[in-house]
């Protein structure tokens, strides 16, 4: 049969219609947000790049994670800004170090009513801004820096963080956190493997966020946006390494990586709505162009529909109170 028997819009007629066969729903417990917390600061800062994301004080970062928990989010994925950097990003490392600070801090907030997960990588401690250790000719030594990743993972562990999230792209580096968490007895923390991150244009914003000082670019680390097998390359030894879950970032640019990586893997996947795809849709909105509510609900639709099973995204506690209206 065909029309006029067969007519489509039949299941589209009403919003309850709607909701009883729409094929892909996202859950505010597979939402993640990442928030940032500065030394120093006695209240919270705007970042002018990130209308709408702070700066968090020690104090307003645990009412942030808690007003988080209210809304459902299942994780939080913790930023340190420290006051000082050096070279080796020793602040990573340092017990007393901001992020480790701040674990603790939300650890004891929230406890185990959402995952507390910490970013692990150097760039936001070290003075040159890169992710890892240099050499004296100034390129990122990876060997040496996965001995500081190997510290900076048992440090969030014993700050109480559930799940880290290695992000430098250093060849090895899931395997050596691993190990460094299992030998510490630190079996029971999970290892959240940035396994396809590439060197892209979208992390503008974000570097505002943690004061990067950056100097040149990460193309000899993060993956050429051109390439796909060899995100599926670098995600399967990730995986064989012992990641628990896997993370694709950016996420908008790349579904067709998402989608690739979820058929190519039996761990949960994620992907990272990043700063810059967040920029452009509060700047459009700003101005009038779109429908600010319905783009944001649109853009984590199609990330999970493109096979991430968790979402990073600085919307993730007003889209989990927009969802719950929805559904």
């Not at 500081?148 to 700050?159: D, F, L, S, T």
């Not at 096979?307 to 929805?326: D, K, P, S």
């Amino acid at each position: 049969m065909s029309y006029p028997e067969i007519r489509p819009r039949r299941l589209r007629r009403t919003p309850a219609i709607r909701r009883l066969v729409s094929e892909t729903r996202v859950d505010p417990a597979e939402l993640i947000v990442p928030m940032f917390v500065k030394e120093g600061l006695t209240e919270p800062r705007a970042i002018a790049s990130l209308p709408g994301v702070l700066q968090h004080s020690r104090d307003s970062l645990r009412k942030a994670a808690a007003e988080a928990v209210q809304a459902g989010v299942g994780g939080i994925m913790l930023f340190g800004v420290p006051e000082r950097r050096d070279p080796t990003g020793s602040g990573g490392i340092d017990p007393n170090g901001i992020l480790n600070v701040a674990i603790r801090d939300v650890v004891a907030e929230v406890g185990d009513n959402t995952v507390v997960m910490g970013d692990l990588c150097l760039d936001e401690f070290t003075s040159h801004g890169h992710c890892g250790l240099l050499t004296p000719g100034g390129e990122v030594d990876n060997d040496a820096t996965l001995a500081a990743y190997a510290e900076m993972a048992v440090a969030q562990a014993a700050a109480g963080v559930g799940v880290v999230g290695p992000s430098g792209m250093m060849d090895g580096q899931v395997g050596v956190i691993r190990r460094a968490l299992d030998a510490a007895g630190y079996q029971d923390v999970a290892v959240l493997a940035y396994a396809v991150k590439y060197a892209s244009a979208f992390y503008g914003p974000f570097r505002d966020a943690v004061e990067s000082a950056l100097e040149g670019d990460r193309r000899t680390y993060q993956q050429d946006p051109a390439n796909l097998r060899e995100s599926l390359r670098e995600v399967a030894l990730d995986v064989a390494e012992g990641a628990d879950m896997v993370m694709v970032k950016p996420a908008l640019p790349y579904l067709d990586v998402v989608s690739a990586v979820r058929a190519a893997v039996d761990v949960p996947v994620a992907a990272y709505q990043v700063s810059g795809e967040y920029a452009m849709v509060e700047a459009a909105a700003a101005n009038g162009w779109i429908d600010r509510e319905r783009v944001i609900l649109e853009t984590l639709t199609s990330i999970k529909r493109a096979g991430a099973q968790i979402i990073l995204t600085y919307w993730a506690v007003e889209a989990a109170q927009l969802l719950r209206e929805r559904y």
